[in-house]
């Protein structure tokens, strides 16, 4: 008799233990749960303050949500990676780290575009450097 009435006090601990386990847990999830909802809250307020910071290096026009990145890598025609290739990529990366964003608005990046085409620099001997003309 003895061994059953302790048999039965240690399922009776074993559930209330598993139960208050269970009530931690949904009260974490719960938590979490909240925290999520609040995040899905702000992603808008942070999306416009991202575009409003933004603005073209050549025009000083804000560029909006898409703006454009102009990034010349070297590449390689065989496999592996030459010491040259490497050498140039590596100092593109650590300039670009180490200085601010360089973006461009669209109608900018059309004329740097054409600009290299050759396009524009036959008809008005302009450089890519120059702030459009006013």
Avoid: H
Wanted: a neutral charge.
């Amino acid at each position: 008799m003895d061994k059953t009435v302790i048999f039965i006090v240690i399922v009776i601990i074993c559930v209330l233990c598993t139960v208050w386990s269970a009530c931690v847990m949904a009260a974490r999830a719960d938590e979490q749960l909240r925290e999520i909802t609040y995040d899905k809250k702000e992603p808008e307020e942070k999306e416009e303050d991202m575009t409003k910071q933004r603005t073209c290096k050549r025009c000083g026009m804000p560029t909006g949500a898409t703006y454009y990145k102009i990034n010349i890598n070297a590449e390689c025609d065989r496999a592996g990676a030459t010491t040259e290739q490497f050498c140039y990529n590596l100092s593109k990366t650590l300039i670009q780290a180490n200085s601010p964003e360089n973006v461009y608005c669209r109608s900018c990046v059309d004329k740097i575009e054409k600009y290299i085409n050759c396009d524009m620099a036959i008809t008005e001997r302009t450089y890519i450097t120059d702030k459009p003309g006013k």
